[in-house]
C-alpha cells in the first residue's frame, strides 16, 4: 500500500456499499452497507528521504466484502500499490523526477495487477461443514517487485 500507515497495525471497521457512482466499484458508508472488518499490521516500510513510502502489510478479514481489503484501504489514504479502480495508480501523476516514475512504471509492467495477494483462505465446507484450509506462496511477480523495492529504497537511486 502506499504510504506509511500508522498506527503500524491495527483495525478498520466500517459499513461497505456499492458506489452511488459507479455500480462496479465499492465504497465506505457511514450508515448503509454491510458490516465489514480488516485487521493490518506492517510487515515492511519502503521509504528514504527522496521518495514516496510504500508499506507491505498483512491483512487478516474478520468479514468477507467485495474489494473489502482495496476499499478500506483507500479509506485510510492508503491505496493498493498499481490499483487503478481505487486510486493506487495515482502516485505518478504528481511525480516529476524521472528515475522514480520510471521505476515505478517498470514495477507496474512486471505487476500488472493491484498488489494483492490470499496467502491462505480458510472455510467451511458448506456440505461436510469441516473447516477448509487453503495456502499459496507469493507469486514470482510480487516477489520481484518487493525485491526490487528493497534494492532501490536500499540504494538511494533518486
Known amino acids: 500500500a502506499w ?5 503500524s497495525k ?11 457512482k459507479n455500480r462496479q466499484l465499492m465504497e465506505v458508508s457511514n450508515s448503509r452497507g454491510k458490516k465489514a472488518i480488516t485487521n493490518y499490521k506492517t510487515l515492511e516500510i ?4 527522496n521518495t514516496p513510502t ?5 491483512c487478516k478479514l474478520e468479514t468477507g466484502r467485495t474489494h473489502q481489503i482495496r476499499v478500506h ?15 493506487g495508480d495515482k ?5 516529476t523526477f524521472s528515475k522514480y516514475k520510471q ?4 514495477c507496474f509492467r512486471i505487476l500488472p495487477r493491484q498488489a494483492l495477494h490470499a496467502v491462505k483462505l480458510s472455510l467451511i465446507h458448506p456440505d461436510s461443514n469441516n473447516e ?6 507469493i507469486p514470482d511477480d510480487m516477489k520481484s517487485v518487493i525485491s526490487r523495492w528493497r534494492n532501490y529504497i536500499n540504494n538511494d537511486y533518486t
Open 46 to 49: 519502503f521509504e528514504n528521504k
Open 103 to 106: 521505476f515505478v512504471k517498470n
Open 54 to 58: 510504500l508499506s507491505l502489510l498483512e
Open 91 to 95: 502516485i505518478l501523476r504528481g511525480t
Open 73 to 87: 484501504l483507500q479509506y485510510i489514504k492508503h491505496p493498493l500499490f498499481n490499483d487503478s479502480e481505487y486510486g
Open 132 to 137: 477448509m484450509t487453503f495456502d499459496c506462496d
Open 10 to 20: 491495527g483495525r478498520i471497521e466500517t459499513f461497505i456499499k456499492r458506489s452511488d
Open 3 to 7: 504510504g506509511k500507515i500508522r498506527p
